[in-house]
């Protein structure tokens, strides 16, 4: 396997962890609890610096290299595509609803709550597809060569909640949602 593949499915198990941690804080939420805001938001800002400005844009670059080489249509790679740019509105419009509570802005919790399962909805569906569907086709398609080459142009950055480029920044964050889930032993 490629190591740029290898990558994003890392990446994808890493995106499953914070999506499960991110439902954990809306089942309290529904509870009447009060989640960390603070906290969601910056789980949102992970997901926005990191998926939308390294992940997909990789991800991106293997699919354009799809349809260069292949007479075939492959409508899978067109719509998650096409689900980037919306998993990336989905994402700033949560976090901006995020923000307006912690700013005591009045918004409807239900409402609130809606955004959050429908992006956590949405980033499942898109990354099931990619993994059961779009990887595969992938892998078929393109040649040693394609993936070495598409290694070299793939956007490349530390990942901030799991690497050690800055190691504060969303550690801290990461142990405090997982506390906050109950993850932990004694929480």
């Known amino acids: 396997m490629s190591p740029l593949l290898a990558r994003l499915g890392r990446e994808h198990r890493r995106l499953t962890q914070v999506l499960d941690l991110l439902e ?10 009060e989640p960390d805001y603070e906290l969601m938001s910056e789980l949102l800002e992970y997901v926005i610096d990191y998926a939308d400005q390294v992940h997909h844009p990789s991800e991106d670059l293997i699919f354009a290299r799809m349809h260069a080489y292949s007479s075939t249509q492959f409508p899978v790679i067109e719509r998650l595509m096409h689900q980037h740019a919306s998993l990336g509105q989905l994402n700033r419009r949560f976090r901006e609803s995020l923000e307006g509570i912690v700013h005591e802005e009045v918004l409807r919790r239900d409402e609130v709550e809606q955004q959050g399962r429908e992006l956590i909805a949405a980033h499942r569906d898109h990354l099931r597809t990619e993994d059961q569907e779009a990887f595969p086709i992938a892998l078929s398609v393109l040649s ?22 800055d190691p504060a920044r969303f550690q801290a964050l990461f142990g405090r949602l997982k506390r906050d889930a109950g993850d932990e032993p004694g929480g």
């Not at 040693?144 to 480029?165: I, N, S, V």
């Open 144 to 165: 040693e060569q394609d993936w070495a080459e598409l290694e070299g142009q793939a956007p490349t950055a530390e990942d901030p909640g799991f690497g050690q480029a």
């Open 24 to 33: 954990s804080l809306l089942d309290r939420f529904n509870l009447g609890d």
